[in-house]
C-alpha cells in the first residue's frame, strides 16, 4: 500500500485497532510511523482535554471583553487608513499628469524657456544656406537652352582594374 492510503486508514480508524497490513507497512516506514505516533498523541491530548472541567470566568469578564471590544473598533480601522492613502496617491498622480502635460504643452521657446546655442546656430546655418543655394532664386529663372545641359558624372578616383 502507498503511504497516503496508510495515513487516510490511519485518520478513519480514530478509536479502533490497526490491521496487520498498517501495522506491518508502519514497521517498514519510519515517516508513516512517526504519523501515526503523532496522532496518537494528539487523540491522547484531546482525550485528557474532555476530562478537565470547564474554567468558570471571572466576576466581570463579560464586562470587560465588552469594553476591551468597544475600544478596539473606535481606534482607527484599515479601511480609513487605505482610504487616506488612496486619496494621496490620486492627488499625486494628478499633480504629475498635469505637470507632464504643462511641460509638452509650453513652447519650446519664450519667457519659460529661452533660446539655447542649438536654436541659434540652426538659424545661422539657414541664413547661410539660403543665399548659396544653387536653386534658389536662379534657379526659379527660366533658361533659353532647351534641352538643358547635362554634365558628365565624375569619375571614381580609385577604380579597381
Known amino acids: ?10 485518520d478513519d480508524l480514530w478509536e479502533g485497532d490497526v490491521t496487520a497490513e498498517v501495522r506491518q507497512h508502519l ?14 498523541l ?9 476530562r478537565e472541567e470547564a ?4 466576576l466581570g469578564f463579560a464586562a470587560r471583553l465588552v469594553r476591551q471590544l468597544s475600544e478596539i473598533s473606535k481606534g482607527p ?8 492613502v488612496g486619496r494621496r496617491f490620486v492627488y499625486a498622480t494628478l499633480v504629475l499628469t498635469f505637470l ?11 519667457p519659460l524657456r529661452g533660446l539655447s ?9 539657414e541664413a547661410s544656406l539660403a543665399y548659396s543655394d544653387p ?19 565624375p569619375a571614381a578616383p580609385n577604380e579597381v582594374k
Not at 514497521?27 to 496518537?40: F, G, K, V
Not at 494528539?42 to 474532555?50: E, F, T, Y
Not at 507632464?100 to 519664450?110: C, I, N, Q, R
Request: net charge negative.
Open 77 to 84: 480601522s484599515m479601511a480609513e487608513f487605505f482610504e487616506r
Open 27 to 40: 514497521t517498514q516506514c519510519a515517516a508513516c510511523a512517526r504519523y501515526y505516533r503523532d496522532l496518537r
Open 55 to 58: 474554567v468558570e470566568p471571572s
Open 100 to 110: 507632464t502635460l504643462l511641460a509638452m504643452a509650453a513652447p519650446s521657446t519664450g
Open 1 to 10: 500500500m502507498r503511504c497516503d492510503d496508510i495515513r487516510e486508514g490511519l
Open 135 to 153: 536653386m534658389g532664386e536662379g534657379g526659379l529663372q527660366e533658361t533659353s537652352e532647351w534641352p538643358p545641359v547635362q554634365t558628365p558624372a
Open 117 to 125: 546655442a542649438a536654436d541659434i546656430q540652426i538659424s545661422a546655418q
Open 42 to 50: 494528539v487523540r491522547a491530548g484531546l482525550q485528557l482535554w474532555k
